[in-house]
């Protein structure tokens, strides 16, 4: 089998500028240079950030022929049995595509960051169901200001995957802002001043 060299998914930042402030690193009122799209193009979509780990995977010829942690490939049948299992409900669910490429996703559960969503097995969900089913039809209707978002993220946001799947309220641990072209760009809850609980490892 030849060897398959894969990319890593983007690192995402946030649209707008993080500074360090009375010792905490969050974002402030200030745009980041390059993202003035975030809030300019009505074409881009706010979708749920997802609280799993990235993974993609590798189709060529209809066929699943690699997985990766971000650069770190896995194992089938023998690797990560959180993947493994997730990539195997992912099939059931007809996430997998079928055309060549490499495809990213989260995959979330019992054993992956406390299991937020409260799932009995794991699950690989592919940025692409992401984009299709859990975008927020409220981005747009709040004004494109740094106070109305921070608003709209800490009392107005539920988590969209929660809801589908139990009817269940809960918040989403961010957003993450897809232009269709390719770039991305991602708000969680915690970059704000407001956020009081435990904040995601940078």
Same mark, same amino acid.
């Not at 590798?58 to 023998?78: C, D, H, Q, Y």
């Not at 009817?167 to 072209?181: N, R, T």
């Given at each position: 089998?030849?060897?398959?060299?894969?990319?890593?998914?983007?690192?995402?930042?946030?649209? /707008?500028?993080?500074?360090?402030?009375?010792?905490?690193?969050?974002?402030?009122?200030?745009?980041?240079?390059?993202?003035?799209?975030?809030?300019?193009?009505?074409?881009? +979509?706010?979708?749920?950030?997802?609280?799993?780990?990235?993974?993609?995977?590798?189709?060529?010829?209809?066929?699943?022929?690699?997985? $990766?942690?971000?650069?770190?490939?896995?194992?089938?049948?023998?690797?990560?049995?959180?993947?493994?299992?997730?990539?195997?409900?992912?099939?059931? +669910?007809?996430?997998?595509?079928?055309?060549?490429?490499? $495809? $990213?996703?989260?995959?979330?559960?019992?054993?992956?960051?406390?299991?937020?969503?409260?799932?009995?097995?794991?699950?690989?969900?592919?940025?692409?169901?992401?984009?299709?089913?859990?975008?927020?039809?409220?981005?747009?209707?709040?004004?494109?200001?740094?106070?109305?978002?921070? +608003?709209?993220? +800490?009392?107005?946001? /539920?988590?969209?995957?929660?809801?589908?799947?139990?009817?269940?309220?809960? /918040?989403?641990?961010?957003?993450? $802002?897809?232009?269709?072209?390719?770039?991305?760009?991602?708000?969680?809850?915690?970059?704000?001043?407001?956020?009081?609980?435990?904040?995601?490892?940078?």
């Amino acid at each position: 089998m030849k060897k398959v060299f894969a990319k890593d998914m983007p690192k995402l930042e946030s649209p /707008f500028l993080r500074k360090t402030i009375n010792g905490e690193y969050i974002v402030t009122p200030e745009i980041t240079e390059g993202y003035e799209w975030v809030f300019s193009d009505s074409n881009v +979509k706010a979708t749920e950030k997802l609280d799993g780990t990235n993974v993609s995977i590798v189709m060529e010829s209809g066929e699943l022929t690699a997985v $990766f942690n971000r650069l770190n490939p896995i194992k089938m049948i023998t690797g990560d049995w959180r993947i493994n299992e997730a990539l195997v409900e992912a099939t059931k +669910k007809e996430y997998i595509p079928s055309e060549d490429g490499q $495809f $990213f996703g989260e995959v979330i559960g019992p054993a992956i960051n406390g299991n937020p969503y409260k799932l009995e097995r794991h699950i690989w969900i592919p940025l692409a169901y992401v984009w299709d089913h859990l975008a927020y039809k409220s981005w747009g209707k709040y004004p494109k200001t740094y106070e109305a978002i921070s +608003k709209w993220l +800490k009392d107005d946001i /539920f988590s969209l995957f929660m809801r589908k799947r139990a009817g269940q309220i809960a /918040f989403p641990e961010g957003v993450v $802002f897809i232009h269709p072209d390719g770039r991305m760009a991602k708000l969680r809850r915690d970059m704000f001043d407001w956020w009081t609980g435990q904040k995601h490892k940078e």
